[in-house]
């Protein structure tokens, strides 16, 4: 399992693990949850037809559901407030993406809309918390902006004094 991951001696063990246990749990949950939502999709993809239109758009589906995934665990591990806010934004973008083709596989009847739904569900859910984390994220940033302005102008102030 440890060649796989590519951790080549304990060293990097320990160093994946310790860098595990500092994550934020609800974070580790929705990295959990959007791999599963893109290993879903695959599996969605892999019962459809193979018609050279339905392929397209599994070829953007998974596109958009991998990224998804992906952008999301880049977020994790965002170097900045700003980074961060660009990258959940993505992670949102991408969700949104993979709704929408999911949308037109129903809408062209490559997929029945039952098989669909539950896809189209997680895509909106994910979708919603990644814009809500993003608007958090960003009425943080303000907040912390105004402080420090606010402790600029009362530094200032104590100088003249």
């Known amino acids: ?3 796989a991951l590519g951790i080549r001696g304990d060293r ?3 160093c994946l693990v310790h860098c595990a246990d500092h994550m934020n749990p609800k974070a ?3 990295q959990e949850r959007t791999q599963r939502f893109a290993s879903l999709v695959i599996a969605f993809c892999e ?3 193979q018609d050279p239109a339905c392929r397209q758009i599994v070829d953007q ?3 958009a559901a991998g990224a998804t995934d992906s952008n999301y665990r880049a977020t994790c591990r965002a170097r900045s407030p700003d980074e ?3 990258k959940v934004g993505i992670a949102a973008e991408e969700a949104d993406e993979t709704k929408g083709w999911l949308e037109l596989l129903v809408r062209t009847g490559f997929a029945s809309e039952g098989s669909a739904r539950a896809l189209i569900q997680e895509a909106d859910e994910l979708t919603a918390i990644f814009v809500a984390s993003r608007k958090t994220a960003k009425k943080r940033r303000e907040q912390r ?3 420090n302005q606010q402790l600029r102008t009362a530094k200032r102030s104590r100088r003249r004094s």
């Open 28 to 30: 580790l949950q929705l």
């Open 145 to 147: 902006e105004q402080l």
């Open 12 to 14: 990097d063990l320990v």
């Open 61 to 63: 589906l998974t596109d």
């Open 84 to 86: 961060f806010i660009a």
């Open 47 to 49: 019962t459809l037809s």
């Open 1 to 3: 399992m440890t060649v």
